[in-house]
């Protein structure tokens, strides 16, 4: 009997020191599947992983097909530009965005600020001397063009004349009581703007009673966007419209309502019709962006990729998702922390990881909004949202906007799924000719020693080629060159061309360089192709890891050492 104590003693003692001596690999290691930074947590958080991914098909969010409005710069910014009141400090404030790489800002256009007192006036006349109310946002639009930076203008907020009664204490805004006066504030501003901003979001979060000014109603907020959208076609034939971003909550009604349920609510009721471009939160609250659990109950940054196959499942799968706001809250320790709470080295950690797993795993996003760049004063300081900023009032700038500075600034690359030539990381030298047809954009070469230059992260590249390919290319992967002849009859006729395969789970640097070749030398490109299939034998062992050491223990318990 004592020898059989002794055994499991030492039995047990052994597994507890290997499993405290892998202690921080092991917490690491779970972190990137779970985005906990505790091992107990990350050790739950991966049961419920394996549990998920073995009681349900994959999620089919179609990273193979054309998406537009994705191979554009991602890195984007909330402002709250209107709010300053010294030009100074708008420049200073675009000075800074364009310095950290940032070549978009989401910036409000508030209906109740621009036709202020009735319909068709656009007087400011609240204080003396009167103005034009478009005067603020005339010089917002010139200062953002001239530091190179492209506005998504977010419209909502409708005046006290618009609404049929005043708006419920505690909401923000409320819907206005007839369409056609919204759809005329639209029309003024994308006329006023055409050619200066193509970008224009219809409304913010309708799936709050705080932001609708009632129960939540997908089918009414569809209407709405198809009076916006319409009208701002008719302003502007270029204008791309974004949906309203929905607020990520778990919440059935009636006062707030899931953003999956009023998504779905949306495409039933027709808005497939009346926008180009899903908009969508990724706040990653309580876990990093590492956290790969995707179930409705949970509100984490995984969470996109329900929109995304909602997305898909509805036949929407060519059209993009933007995320409009995204970010980690670093509220201080005695506030309340309805967003979560991370220290400000974890938020502009996971600021970068969040950007980078965009880049690398979601072909189906485009631009990435932080939220956001800062407030014009201190007064809010009492207020969690407050904390999720990149800079103080006074322009000091917090550790995230450091990080995110150094990664936007660093050379771009092309991540897993489907990319069109027109992808910001692709690099085009010599006489490269855009091509335009119904079945798609591609770029052509006639001549020798044009070259494509790119990295990306995968383990595998295709080239995706366009009608029938006279020529001959010569690839470098990582230095190491090979020629293809595109006429060739493995190759002609064929779409898709293997470039590389089988290499790791990195970044990697190429180099296609067109070649003479006898009798043509046509080399047509619509795309790349990238995957990845990564594989980590330590997932392996961290798994029989815990599974051994849960067993030992329980099964020394229950042997109560008798």
Same mark, same amino acid.
């Given at each position: 009997?004592?020898?059989?104590?002794?055994?499991?003693?030492?039995?047990? =003692?052994? %597994? #507890?020191? $290997?499993?405290?001596?892998?202690?921080?690999?092991?917490? &690491?290691?779970?972190?990137?599947? /779970? *985005?906990?930074?505790?091992?107990?947590?990350?050790?739950?958080?991966?049961?419920? =992983?394996? %549990? #998920?991914? $073995?009681?349900?098909?994959?999620?089919?969010?179609?990273? &193979?097909?054309?998406?537009?409005? /994705? *191979?554009?710069?991602?890195?984007?910014?909330?402002?709250?530009?209107?709010?300053?009141?010294?030009?100074?400090?708008?420049?200073?404030?675009?000075?800074?965005?364009?310095?950290?790489?940032?070549?978009?800002?989401?910036?409000?256009?508030?209906?109740?600020?621009?036709?202020?007192?009735?319909?068709?006036?656009?007087?400011?006349?609240?204080?003396?001397?009167?103005?034009?109310?478009?005067?603020?946002?005339?010089?917002?639009?010139?200062?953002?063009?001239?530091?190179?930076?492209?506005?998504?203008?977010?419209?909502?907020?409708?005046?006290?004349?618009?609404?049929?009664?005043?708006?419920?204490?505690?909401?923000?805004?409320?819907?206005?009581?007839?369409?056609?006066?919204?759809?005329?504030?639209?029309?003024?501003?994308?006329?006023?703007?055409?050619?200066?901003?193509?970008?224009?979001?219809?409304?913010?979060?309708?799936?709050?009673?705080?932001?609708?000014?009632?129960?939540?109603?997908?089918?009414?907020?569809?209407?709405?966007?198809?009076?916006?959208?319409?009208?701002?076609?008719?302003?502007?034939?270029?204008?791309?419209?974004?949906?309203?971003?929905?607020?990520?909550?778990?919440?059935?009604?009636?006062?707030?309502?899931?953003?999956?349920?009023?998504?779905?609510?949306?495409?039933?009721?027709?808005?497939?019709?009346?926008?180009?471009?899903?908009?969508?939160?990724?706040?990653?609250?309580?876990?990093?962006?590492?956290?790969?659990?995707?179930?409705?109950?949970?509100?984490?940054?995984?969470?996109?990729?329900?929109?995304?196959?909602?997305?898909?499942?509805?036949?929407?799968?060519?059209?993009?998702?933007?995320?409009?706001?995204?970010?980690?809250?670093?509220?201080?320790?005695?506030?309340?922390?309805?967003?979560?709470?991370?220290?400000?080295?974890?938020?502009?950690?996971?600021?970068?990881?969040?950007?980078?797993?965009?880049?690398?795993?979601?072909?189906?996003?485009?631009?990435?909004?932080?939220?956001?760049?800062?407030?014009?004063?201190?007064?809010?300081?009492?207020?969690?949202?407050?904390?999720?900023?990149?800079?103080?009032?006074?322009?000091?700038?917090?550790?995230?906007?450091?990080?995110?500075?150094?990664?936007?600034?660093?050379?771009?690359?092309?991540?897993?799924?489907?990319?069109?030539?027109?992808?910001?990381?692709?690099?085009?030298?010599?006489?490269?000719?855009?091509?335009?047809?119904?079945?798609?954009?591609?770029?052509?070469?006639?001549?020798?020693?044009?070259?494509?230059?790119?990295?990306?992260?995968?383990?595998?590249?295709?080239?995706?080629?366009?009608?029938?390919?006279?020529?001959?290319?010569?690839?470098?992967?990582?230095?190491?060159?090979?020629?293809?002849?595109?006429?060739?009859?493995?190759?002609?006729?064929?779409?898709?061309?293997?470039?590389?395969?089988?290499?790791?789970?990195?970044?990697?640097?190429?180099?296609?360089?067109?070649?003479?070749?006898?009798?043509?030398?046509?080399?047509?490109?619509?795309?790349?192709?990238?995957?990845?299939?990564?594989?980590?034998?330590?997932?392996?062992?961290?798994?029989?890891?815990?599974?051994?050491?849960?067993?030992?223990?329980?099964?020394?318990?229950?042997?109560?050492?008798?």
């Amino acid at each position: 009997m004592r020898n059989r104590r002794f055994i499991l003693l030492a039995t047990l =003692l052994a %597994i #507890l020191a $290997l499993f405290f001596s892998l202690r921080e690999p092991l917490r &690491l290691t779970l972190r990137e599947w /779970t *985005g906990e930074e505790d091992l107990l947590e990350g050790i739950k958080g991966s049961v419920a =992983l394996l %549990i #998920l991914n $073995l009681t349900r098909p994959p999620l089919n969010t179609a990273d &193979l097909v054309p998406v537009a409005n /994705t *191979g554009v710069n991602p890195y984007g910014v909330n402002t709250f530009l209107e709010q300053e009141v010294e030009e100074e400090k708008i420049r200073h404030s675009l000075e800074m965005i364009a310095a950290a790489g940032f070549r978009w800002i989401r910036q409000e256009f508030p209906w109740e600020d621009i036709e202020i007192h009735g319909k068709g006036d656009f007087q400011d006349r609240r204080t003396t001397p009167y103005k034009s109310a478009w005067e603020k946002y005339d010089r917002i639009v010139a200062l953002a063009a001239e530091y190179g930076i492209e506005i998504i203008a977010r419209l909502d907020q409708p005046p006290a004349w618009a609404l049929a009664q005043e708006k419920p204490e505690g909401v923000i805004q409320a819907l206005p009581q007839d369409l056609t006066d919204f759809g005329d504030f639209v029309y003024a501003l994308v006329s006023r703007y055409q050619g200066k901003i193509r970008y224009w979001q219809i409304w913010n979060e309708p799936n709050l009673y705080v932001e609708w000014g009632s129960d939540p109603d997908p089918a009414a907020y569809v209407e709405l966007l198809r009076v916006a959208y319409q009208r701002a076609k008719e302003a502007d034939p270029e204008a791309e419209i974004i949906s309203a971003a929905l607020s990520p909550t778990t919440e059935m009604g009636p006062r707030n309502l899931s953003d999956l349920v009023y998504l779905q609510g949306m495409y039933e009721a027709g808005a497939r019709d009346y926008f180009d471009i899903l908009a969508a939160q990724a706040f990653g609250l309580w876990t990093g962006p590492t956290d790969r659990r995707t179930n409705p109950s949970r509100t984490n940054f995984s969470r996109l990729l329900l929109l995304r196959e909602i997305m898909v499942e509805s036949g929407d799968e060519n059209k993009p998702i933007w995320i409009t706001e995204f970010g980690w809250n670093a509220a201080p320790p005695d506030m309340e922390a309805p967003w979560g709470r991370v220290s400000l080295e974890n938020q502009a950690d996971y600021a970068v990881q969040g950007y980078l797993r965009v880049q690398r795993e979601w072909p189906w996003v485009g631009v990435v909004n932080y939220w956001f760049f800062k407030r014009a004063s201190e007064a809010e300081q009492n207020q969690p949202f407050y904390y999720f900023r990149l800079a103080e009032p006074d322009f000091t700038p917090l550790p995230v906007y450091s990080s995110v500075s150094q990664l936007a600034n660093d050379e771009p690359f092309v991540g897993a799924g489907y990319h069109s030539a027109e992808h910001w990381a692709l690099h085009w030298e010599g006489g490269w000719t855009k091509i335009s047809t119904d079945s798609g954009d591609y770029l052509l070469s006639t001549t020798p020693e044009d070259s494509l230059s790119f990295d990306f992260w995968g383990t595998d590249l295709k080239l995706v080629i366009a009608e029938q390919n006279s020529g001959a290319i010569q690839v470098s992967v990582d230095g190491t060159a090979s020629q293809i002849d595109l006429s060739s009859p493995q190759a002609n006729g064929e779409k898709e061309i293997m470039i590389a395969t089988g290499l790791a789970d990195t970044r990697h640097t190429v180099k296609i360089t067109t070649l003479p070749r006898q009798g043509g030398s046509e080399v047509a490109i619509a795309g790349l192709i990238v995957t990845s299939r990564p594989f980590n034998p330590w997932l392996l062992v961290d798994l029989i890891l815990v599974v051994v050491f849960l067993a030992s223990a329980f099964y020394v318990i229950r042997r109560r050492w008798t």
